[in-house]
């Protein structure tokens, strides 16, 4: 006899049943779709679609783009998060809470405002144009949209391991006569790593789909400042739903493996921790 | 994977050997600083002054526009309707993972994450390729004369797509963190299953409940990529307010996509003041301040306060 | 009758965690379920409640067979290990709260509260909530709010596990006295014998998943059925010893081990009471050095190091002690007066035996 799990806890069948009725309705529907009209393709079609030449340049500057901006949080965000947790100084708890501004924000009005602001009459652009940096409309832009958007994912992800860290720790080094120099290297380095490391992933996984913020900062030049959502989006309005297709489910292939590693990173990050 | 976890703001009692040379932590600030200013607080200013900078009446005038009051009434339309459907589904959701083993939990908590990793403007293809004319579906609803794309209806539901995982994401940790003994010692007094749903598990994960509500709401107020896909752009039928400021911007007024751009930064600002709130609240709920055990009050059997009396 | 268990067994994913238990509660008693960690105690309890389902055997309340019956139609009472109260209900809420389920009229559910807030020394806390009181405050009030809608019986897990070690005492007298006065059918689940020891009627022992003993403390204590009983219970010298000619020996001692054949390795317990020290090495029977003494308030309990190097534990009362002259360092004698042959965990024991 197959021995089930007892759970006085009632209400199981119900709510898993709403739920599967529920993804499947909102979720798994629209998925099938896509995949269906996938199957329509044919293979040598798909291939031509998927990757020729304005394609390839969309993804480029989709993942080159999205993979710098999330270097350059990884680095800034990890500082960031440092400054927050670890010191007191005015404005702190402001810019606390402002770090999830990106997150709470329409993307679209974060487009437009990074767009005027780095243009050539805007608080930033005016004296950074004359120098030859163009933040908007262009590959520069791209890169400053999707380091605002990915923001909070690398300040959030390392905060709380920052307040988790063991002070006693750093303190033991201290006694055993290592510099502040060697100690943030070699002891609170890599005890941040997976974190970074996770931040780093969600904030690409985040930057690879964005399209709002970018629609209104890129100018949207084929081959140079278009990026693959946005190319999904003219291939739509012209209908041509085959080759939207053929790219989206490439896009979608790679953001579910970055998504498998990200849980898979999350796990292996907590490896040392006590269960 | 948590879209945001709730933080706690961090200590900064001093550690007087563990810390960084005074000039050093100057600098790191410094340099923290400038880059929170750039990508934080200059584009949030920068909102307002464009929004201003054809004067107040001008704000005032698109502001109150017959078609922007249009989009806020799709928006608000679209927020009342995904908000609370995707809050019941994160409740229900929450219940069966949390508090049930099963075969195929992981492969429901994959879905659940989804959205996060499909690109908004996928999820309105997919919704395209289902109900609209040439899609899965299209020929059915043409049939019945159903507008679902290019007509609030499919607007609803891209956006229920995308923001479908914030409620369960928040819940979920939240509900498992408690364990389910409140839950059992409910059913050992006799309450069924819904009094207990209802009088001890909802209360128990309030501030997480309310959090992940805040944050749906925001992202459904605010969201672009997938709408887009799904408006068909009907100014003044199919806009949403962030639709009408893509609009405005590729008309001749500067200023206005500004104005309209912010309200919903005003959206934002709301949405931080209470997501700040909520974690405080939440805080302070969590600090357990144990009082030191004191001896049974009143008359007390025992002689003495326990001790073995001397033979 | 209050509870009975017939042949009541458990099994996890094909590991057996209680196998074929059967026992009673008479009505009025105080019965604790003691073993060790991971010994299936718990699980018993919580398949009295409902909130696990035995694999085999039947289990009845009040004569009433409740196996298939759900946990919250069972009216039992359960206090769990850490409470469970309900954060964000105030205390009188988290009490009425089993009166609010069965629909208790507003007045009487007063008065209830107010009577249970009386009887657990609860009064000026009615409006904390949980994060506001003490261990010892939140365990009364767990066991009110399982009192409130008058339970058939009411079961404990180690309720004083949480509790700080000073008031575990007091929390365990009064405890006893709240049973005897309310004449409520209360079974526990506790891993410390001195606590089953000191307040329940009946002791039921358990160890892997069966039950080794069921009696009176005194009766567990003086005549434990097995070897596990006798070693879980109270403190005890064991030795291994190897038998000649109907002795049993280990470096000086002998012990008399009739009917057991050559050669074969026994082990002999003995208690620290059956232990007699003297002050003159010549005396008694064996010598040995007081290697260190422990003070347990009203007796002492000595450690006696023989020459072959083991150690002998002995127990006598303050007095005994001081009167005898004793001291750590000095050279004694002592006999062995009551010892046992030990015949391995689960079997039966051996009688005791007296040296005369």
């Given at each position: 006899m197959a021995e089930?799990?007892?759970n006085?806890?009632?209400?199981?069948?119900?709510?898993l049943g709403f739920?599967?009725?529920?993804?499947s309705?909102v979720l798994?529907?629209?998925?099938?779709?896509l995949?269906?009209?996938?199957?329509?393709?044919s293979?040598?079609?798909?291939w031509k679609?998927a990757?020729n030449?304005?394609?390839?340049?969309?993804?480029?500057?989709?993942?080159?783009?999205?993979f710098?901006?999330?270097?350059?949080?990884?680095?800034f965000?990890?500082?960031?998060?440092?400054v927050?947790?670890?010191?007191?100084?005015?404005?702190r708890?402001?810019?606390?809470?402002?770090?999830d501004?990106p997150?709470a924000?329409?993307?679209?009005?974060?487009?437009?405002?990074l767009a005027s602001l780095?243009?050539?009459?805007?608080?930033?652009?005016?004296?950074?144009?004359p120098?030859?940096?163009?933040?908007?409309?262009?590959?520069l832009g791209v890169?400053?949209?999707l380091?605002?958007?990915?923001?909070?994912?690398?300040?959030?992800?390392?905060?709380?391991?920052l307040a988790?860290?063991?002070?006693?720790v750093e303190?033991a080094?201290a006694?055993?006569?290592?510099g502040?120099?060697?100690?943030?290297?070699?002891i609170i380095?890599?005890?941040l790593?997976?974190?970074?490391?996770?931040?780093?992933?969600?904030?690409?996984?985040?930057a690879?789909?964005?399209?709002?913020?970018?629609?209104?900062?890129s100018?949207?030049?084929?081959f140079?400042?278009?990026?693959?959502?946005?190319?999904?989006?003219?291939?739509?309005?012209?209908y041509d739903?085959?080759?939207?297709?053929a790219?989206?489910?490439?896009l979608?292939?790679i953001?579910?493996?970055l998504?498998?590693?990200?849980n898979?990173l999350?796990?292996?990050?907590?490896?040392?921790?006590e269960t | 994977?948590?879209?945001?976890?709730?933080?706690?703001?961090g200590?900064?009692?001093p550690?007087?050997?563990?810390?960084?040379?005074?000039?050093?932590q100057?600098?790191?600030?410094a340099v923290?600083m400038?880059?929170?200013?750039?990508?934080?607080l200059?584009p949030?200013l920068?909102?307002?002054?464009q929004?201003f900078s054809?004067?107040?009446?001008?704000?005032?005038?698109?502001v109150t526009?017959?078609?922007?009051v249009?989009?806020?009434?799709?928006?608000?339309?679209?927020a009342?309707?995904?908000?609370?459907?995707?809050?019941?589904?994160?409740l229900?959701?929450?219940?069966?993972?949390?508090?049930?083993?099963?075969?195929?939990?992981?492969?429901?908590?994959?879905?659940?994450d989804?959205?996060?990793?499909?690109?908004?403007?996928v999820?309105?293809?997919m919704l395209?390729?289902?109900?609209?004319?040439q899609?899965?579906l299209?020929?059915?609803?043409q049939?019945?004369?159903w507008?679902v794309?290019f007509?609030?209806?499919?607007?609803?539901?891209?956006?229920?797509?995308?923001?479908?995982?914030?409620v369960a994401?928040e819940?979920?940790?939240?509900?498992q963190?408690?364990g389910?003994?409140q839950?059992?010692?409910?059913l050992?007094l006799?309450?069924?299953?819904?009094q207990?749903?209802?009088?001890?598990?909802?209360?128990?994960?309030?501030?997480?409940?309310?959090y992940?509500?805040?944050?749906?709401?925001a992202?459904?107020?605010?969201?672009f990529?997938?709408?887009s896909?799904?408006s068909g752009?009907?100014t003044?039928?199919?806009?949403?307010?962030?639709?009408r400021?893509d609009?405005?911007?590729?008309?001749?007024?500067?200023?206005?996509?500004?104005?309209?751009?912010s309200?919903?930064?005003?959206?934002?600002l709301?949405?931080l003041a209470?997501?700040?709130?909520?974690e405080?609240?939440?805080?302070?709920?969590?600090?357990?301040?144990?009082?030191?055990?004191?001896?049974?009050?009143g008359?007390?059997?025992?002689?003495?306060?326990?001790e073995?009396p001397?033979? | 009758?209050?509870?009975?268990?017939q042949?009541?067994?458990k099994?996890?994913g094909?590991v057996s965690?209680?196998?074929?238990?059967?026992f009673?509660?008479?009505?009025?008693e105080?019965?604790?379920?003691?073993?060790?960690s991971g010994c299936?105690k718990?699980?018993?309890?919580?398949?009295i409640?409902?909130?696990?389902?035995?694999?085999?055997?039947?289990?009845?309340?009040r004569?009433r067979r409740?196996?298939?019956?759900?946990?919250q139609k069972r009216?039992?009472?359960f206090?769990?290990q850490?409470?469970?109260l309900?954060?964000?209900?105030?205390?009188?809420?988290?009490?009425?709260?089993?009166?609010?389920?069965?629909?208790?009229?507003?007045?009487?559910?007063?008065?209830r509260?107010?009577?249970?807030?009386?009887?657990?020394?609860?009064e000026?806390?009615e409006?904390r909530?949980?994060?506001?009181?003490s261990?010892?405050?939140?365990?009364r009030v767990a066991?009110?709010?399982?009192?409130?809608p008058?339970?058939?019986?009411l079961l404990?897990?180690?309720?004083?596990?949480?509790?700080?070690a000073?008031?575990?005492q007091?929390?365990?007298?009064?405890?006893v006295?709240l049973?005897?006065?309310?004449?409520v059918?209360m079974?526990?689940?506790?891993?410390?014998?001195?606590?089953?020891m000191e307040?329940?009627?009946?002791?039921v022992i358990f160890?892997?998943?069966?039950?080794?003993?069921?009696?009176?403390?005194r009766?567990v204590y003086?005549?434990?059925?097995?070897e596990?009983?006798a070693r879980f219970?109270g403190?005890m010298?064991?030795l291994?010893?190897e038998?000649?000619?109907?002795v049993?020996?280990?470096?000086?001692?002998?012990?008399?081990?009739?009917?057991v054949?050559?050669?074969?390795r026994?082990r002999?317990g003995?208690?620290?009471?059956?232990v007699?020290?003297?002050?003159?090495p010549?005396?008694?029977?064996?010598?040995?050095?007081?290697?260190?003494?422990?003070?347990?308030g009203?007796?002492?309990?000595?450690?006696?190091?023989?020459?072959?190097?083991l150690?002998?534990?002995?127990?006598?009362?303050?007095?005994?002690?001081?009167?005898?002259?004793?001291?750590e360092?000095?050279?004694?004698?002592?006999e062995?007066r009551?010892?046992r042959i030990?015949?391995?965990?689960?079997?039966?024991?051996?009688?005791?035996m007296n040296?005369?």
């Amino acid at each position: 006899m197959a021995e089930r799990r007892f759970n006085p806890l009632p209400g199981f069948g119900l709510t898993l049943g709403f739920t599967v009725c529920y993804l499947s309705l909102v979720l798994a529907l629209p998925l099938a779709a896509l995949a269906l009209r996938c199957l329509e393709i044919s293979w040598g079609e798909f291939w031509k679609l998927a990757f020729n030449a304005r394609a390839l340049a969309a993804y480029r500057l989709t993942f080159g783009a999205s993979f710098v901006a999330a270097s350059i949080n990884a680095i800034f965000g990890t500082l960031l998060a440092w400054v927050l947790a670890r010191y007191e100084f005015p404005g702190r708890r402001f810019i606390d809470a402002l770090v999830d501004f990106p997150f709470a924000l329409p993307t679209a009005v974060a487009g437009l405002t990074l767009a005027s602001l780095f243009s050539s009459e805007g608080w930033l652009g005016r004296w950074l144009v004359p120098r030859g940096i163009e933040g908007a409309y262009s590959v520069l832009g791209v890169v400053i949209a999707l380091t605002f958007v990915g923001l909070p994912f690398s300040v959030r992800t390392l905060q709380p391991v920052l307040a988790s860290l063991d002070r006693g720790v750093e303190e033991a080094a201290a006694t055993l006569g290592a510099g502040r120099w060697r100690t943030v290297t070699q002891i609170i380095a890599p005890a941040l790593a997976p974190a970074v490391l996770t931040g780093f992933t969600l904030s690409f996984a985040r930057a690879i789909g964005e399209y709002g913020s970018i629609v209104f900062i890129s100018g949207n030049v084929p081959f140079e400042t278009e990026i693959a959502p946005m190319l999904i989006v003219m291939r739509l309005e012209a209908y041509d739903y085959t080759g939207a297709v053929a790219l989206a489910v490439v896009l979608m292939i790679i953001s579910f493996v970055l998504l498998a590693s990200i849980n898979g990173l999350e796990r292996w990050a907590r490896r040392f921790e006590e269960t | 994977m948590n879209p945001l976890p709730i933080h706690q703001s961090g200590s900064t009692r001093p550690h007087v050997a563990t810390q960084e040379h005074p000039l050093a932590q100057v600098l790191l600030i410094a340099v923290a600083m400038l880059f929170a200013a750039v990508f934080l607080l200059l584009p949030l200013l920068n909102v307002f002054s464009q929004a201003f900078s054809a004067g107040w009446r001008h704000y005032a005038r698109e502001v109150t526009s017959p078609d922007t009051v249009a989009a806020i009434r799709l928006t608000l339309l679209v927020a009342v309707i995904a908000v609370p459907l995707n809050t019941v589904f994160g409740l229900l959701a929450a219940w069966t993972i949390a508090r049930f083993e099963f075969r195929g939990k992981a492969l429901i908590l994959t879905l659940i994450d989804m959205p996060f990793a499909i690109s908004p403007v996928v999820s309105g293809l997919m919704l395209v390729l289902l109900f609209g004319t040439q899609g899965v579906l299209g020929g059915w609803l043409q049939e019945r004369g159903w507008k679902v794309v290019f007509a609030p209806p499919g607007m609803v539901l891209a956006t229920m797509l995308v923001t479908l995982p914030f409620v369960a994401r928040e819940l979920i940790p939240a509900m498992q963190a408690q364990g389910s003994e409140q839950e059992q010692a409910a059913l050992t007094l006799g309450a069924s299953g819904w009094q207990t749903f209802w009088r001890v598990t909802l209360p128990s994960v309030k501030w997480g409940l309310l959090y992940g509500v805040i944050l749906c709401n925001a992202r459904a107020m605010g969201e672009f990529g997938a709408v887009s896909v799904v408006s068909g752009h009907i100014t003044g039928e199919t806009d949403t307010l962030p639709l009408r400021v893509d609009k405005l911007y590729h008309e001749f007024d500067p200023a206005a996509p500004f104005a309209v751009a912010s309200l919903l930064t005003l959206l934002a600002l709301v949405t931080l003041a209470l997501k700040t709130w909520l974690e405080w609240r939440e805080d302070r709920d969590l600090k357990r301040t144990l009082a030191p055990d004191e001896p049974i009050a009143g008359e007390s059997r025992t002689i003495g306060g326990g001790e073995v009396p001397p033979a | 009758m209050s509870i009975q268990l017939q042949n009541v067994s458990k099994l996890f994913g094909g590991v057996s965690a209680v196998h074929h238990v059967s026992f009673q509660v008479k009505e009025g008693e105080l019965v604790a379920l003691l073993g060790p960690s991971g010994c299936g105690k718990t699980t018993v309890l919580r398949m009295i409640a409902g909130l696990e389902q035995p694999t085999e055997g039947a289990i009845f309340v009040r004569g009433r067979r409740v196996n298939d019956i759900p946990v919250q139609k069972r009216n039992i009472g359960f206090v769990f290990q850490a409470y469970a109260l309900f954060r964000h209900m105030t205390v009188r809420e988290n009490i009425a709260f089993g009166l609010k389920v069965k629909k208790w009229r507003r007045a009487d559910r007063e008065v209830r509260v107010a009577d249970l807030v009386r009887l657990l020394k609860l009064e000026g806390l009615e409006h904390r909530y949980p994060h506001q009181l003490s261990g010892g405050q939140r365990q009364r009030v767990a066991i009110a709010r399982a009192l409130a809608p008058k339970p058939d019986v009411l079961l404990l897990d180690e309720p004083f596990a949480a509790v700080d070690a000073r008031i575990r005492q007091e929390l365990r007298e009064w405890l006893v006295h709240l049973q005897h006065d309310l004449g409520v059918t209360m079974l526990f689940v506790t891993h410390d014998q001195e606590e089953a020891m000191e307040i329940a009627d009946r002791i039921v022992i358990f160890s892997r998943g069966h039950i080794e003993q069921i009696a009176s403390p005194r009766e567990v204590y003086e005549n434990p059925a097995t070897e596990f009983v006798a070693r879980f219970i109270g403190v005890m010298n064991v030795l291994e010893a190897e038998a000649h000619q109907g002795v049993a020996r280990r470096g000086e001692l002998e012990f008399p081990a009739p009917g057991v054949p050559d050669g074969a390795r026994v082990r002999v317990g003995f208690r620290p009471y059956g232990v007699r020290v003297s002050p003159d090495p010549a005396a008694l029977r064996y010598r040995g050095v007081i290697q260190h003494t422990f003070f347990l308030g009203l007796m002492m309990r000595v450690e006696i190091e023989l020459i072959s190097g083991l150690l002998v534990r002995a127990r006598l009362t303050k007095e005994d002690y001081s009167r005898l002259g004793l001291a750590e360092g000095m050279e004694v004698s002592f006999e062995i007066r009551q010892y046992r042959i030990l015949a391995g965990e689960d079997a039966p024991l051996e009688p005791e035996m007296n040296v005369l």
